[in-house]
């Protein structure tokens, strides 16, 4: 049971350059989320998608956007990236909202 | 606006102590709070949920407790191993607005061999 799968684990980026952060999730969850976490300032939400066919923003969605392409899978691009987007992206999925969360592996996405 | 502390940020123990590692959030309308693991370069685990209902959860040697009044909560770890090491961190799901967790920085925790 592989949980939450994220890709690329690593990856740089020159400013300008476009990216897109793949996520799968094989729990059958409704509920996706896309996070990123800076030294001494915690989790923050992107963005999320309370269940199939919609997203909503988060607490810092400025620079990204997201698809939910089907139950399994939530992606996250940056369309144009920064060095203020150099930070470790997570993704996450529950049953639906309020439920446990469950989290991949993270990405580190350096942009110079 | 929900805010979440983790005092203290760092905290080193001897092998076997017992230790409690504290939670505090400025607004009591909580759907739940979850206590999550986060090894060096790795995602975050959940360890506990609690509702807002409960008083406390259990799973082996931790037990999360929830003082939804007084804004806090607390993980205990009993009989701390070196396989403990780790960033604990909790997160609240406030009542209302945005569907969203709100994460503390976490606690790093070194259990001493």
């Known amino acids: 049971n592989a949980g939450v799968t994220q890709t690329p684990k690593f990856q740089v980026l020159k400013t300008g350059q476009s990216m897109t952060l793949q996520c799968a999730q094989d729990m059958n969850h409704n509920s996706m989320y896309w996070y990123r976490q800076d030294p001494g300032m915690g989790l923050r939400l992107i963005y999320y998608?309370?269940?199939?066919?919609?997203?909503d923003k988060g607490e810092v969605p400025n620079g990204y956007n997201v698809s939910r392409l089907n139950k399994r899978e939530f992606s996250l691009r940056l369309e144009s990236a920064a060095p203020s987007q150099t930070s470790v992206y997570f993704c996450?999925?529950?049953?639906?909202?309020?439920?446990?969360?469950?989290f991949g592996s993270g990405t580190q996405l350096s942009v110079l | 606006k929900q805010e979440v502390t983790q005092i203290p940020a760092a905290l080193s123990v001897p092998e076997g102590e017992n230790l409690v590692l504290n939670c505090s959030f400025t607004?009591?309308?909580?759907?739940?709070l979850q206590w999550f693991r986060q090894d060096p370069g790795k995602g975050l685990t959940s360890l506990l949920l609690i509702q807002s209902s409960q008083r406390e959860q259990t799973s082996g040697r931790l037990n999360a407790s929830l003082d939804k009044s007084s804004g806090r909560s607390t993980l205990y770890i009993a009989a701390s191993q070196p396989g403990d090491s780790a960033t604990y961190l909790c997160?609240?799901?406030?009542?209302?607005?945005?569907?969203?967790?709100?994460f503390g920085t976490g606690t790093r925790l070194k259990v001493l061999a």
């Open positions: 607004d009591s309308a909580i759907y739940n």
């Open positions: 996450a999925s529950s049953e639906w909202l309020r439920e446990k969360l469950f």
């Open positions: 997160a609240v799901r406030p009542v209302g607005g945005t569907y969203k967790y709100i």
């Open positions: 998608s309370a269940s199939e066919g919609t997203t």
